[in-house]
């Protein structure tokens, strides 16, 4: 029997996929949870064999759970699921040390035999995603300008990324002004999405 730790934040969700499992007869939901700060210390209390994380969840991100959970937990395997199909995205889940990440949209059968596959010790990845994971460019922004385009991403203004970086605002629009052109963007906004969806200001 797989014991499973389920974390989702949306309850009519959760309810589905807890019904979903626990069809499987060789697989039981000992722990569902709603908040990735109640992931930990959950699986230290029913110690679950592969803990199934949403990726955006209150409290703490899945991403992060995942990551502490391999540290607090190491017997449990983490499978991440998403509906963000970015390859930045799998790339951080692979840096949280996930041993399985499959999309939202995924068939139902898809997720038992996933869940069966991690629990196993063996790697589950949608095929789509590692395919334009594979393909994706690198970061072409320095550390510098990913902390620029961070800062602007969260709402702060040319003056408080300024304040907060320890330079002049014309430095500031100086780094926005080449983020624009290397990212090929329209405009700051166009450069978030981009940066963004590539996973390289997460």
Not at 64 to 78: F, G, M, Y
Not at 100 to 110: I, N, Q, V
Request: proline share 6%.
């Amino acid at each position: 029997m797989v014991k499973i730790l389920l974390a989702e934040d949306v309850h009519m969700v959760r309810g589905a996929l807890v019904a979903l499992l626990e069809l499987e007869p060789d697989l039981q939901v000992v722990a569902s949870v709603d908040r990735g700060d109640l992931i930990v210390p959950s699986a230290l209390e029913t110690r679950p064999d592969v803990a199934v994380i949403d990726i955006d969840l209150p409290g703490t991100d899945g991403l992060s759970a995942a990551a502490d959970l391999h540290e607090r937990v190491p017997e449990c395997r983490t499978l991440i699921l998403t509906s963000l199909g970015r390859p930045g995205t799998l790339r951080r889940a692979m840096a949280a040390r996930v041993s399985g990440f499959l999309l939202k949209d995924s068939p139902p059968s898809r997720l038992a035999q996933a869940v069966r596959s991690v629990a196993a010790g063996q790697r589950v990845i949608d095929p789509d995603l590692a395919l334009s994971a594979w393909e994706a460019r690198d970061n072409p922004l320095s550390p510098r300008e990913t902390q620029v385009l961070r800062l602007a991403a969260r709402g702060a203004d040319t003056a408080e990324i300024a304040d907060h970086l320890y330079l002049t605002q014309g430095t500031v629009r100086n780094y926005l002004t080449a983020i624009v052109d290397k990212l090929n963007a329209r405009n700051r906004i166009d450069a978030i999405r981009i940066a963004e969806e590539a996973g390289w200001i997460p």
